[in-house]
Nanobody, 123 residues
Framework: VQFVESGGGLVQPGGSLRLSCAAS????????IGWFRQAPGKEREGVSY????????IYADSVKGRFTISSDNAKNTVYLQMNGLEPEDTAVYYC?????????????????WGQGTQVTVSS
């Protein structure tokens, strides 16, 4: 089981990025996929989640209306479109898989994690 995240980088405030999370070794159909982030000195926090089999989604209040999660099961890939980026969004972003049907993004409910991709929002 492996995730490869990509799409991070340096962007100015108000800009956009699209993160990709390509999964191998398993199919997304049986899992929910979450995006988490961790800023220096802070705990890892849930950003967004999608339940692959029915498309149900969860968003953290801080990103609602700015971020959109989607999945392409044919490509075994989950995306996070991030618009209106703010300096507070700066963090390493991770994708992770959970076999549970979750309602809150608790880190312990996710079994498999990617290596992370850095997102820096700065002028």
């Amino acid at each position: 089981v492996q995730f490869v995240e990509s799409g991070g980088g340096l962007v100015q405030p108000g800009g956009s990025l699209r993160l990709s999370c390509a999964a191998s070794g398993f199919t997304l159909d049986n899992y929910g996929i979450g995006w988490f982030r961790q800023a220096p000195g802070k705990e890892r926090e849930g950003v967004s989640y999608i339940r692959s089999y029915d498309g149900a989604t969860i968003y953290a209040d801080s990103v609602k209306g700015r971020f959109t999660i989607s999945s392409d099961n044919a490509k075994n890939t989950v995306y996070l479109q991030m618009n209106g980026l703010e300096p507070e969004d700066t963090a390493v972003y991770y994708c992770a898989a959970s076999p549970f049907s979750i309602t809150t993004m608790t880190v312990d409910l996710f079994d498999y994690w990617g290596q992370g991709t850095q997102v820096t929002v700065s002028s």
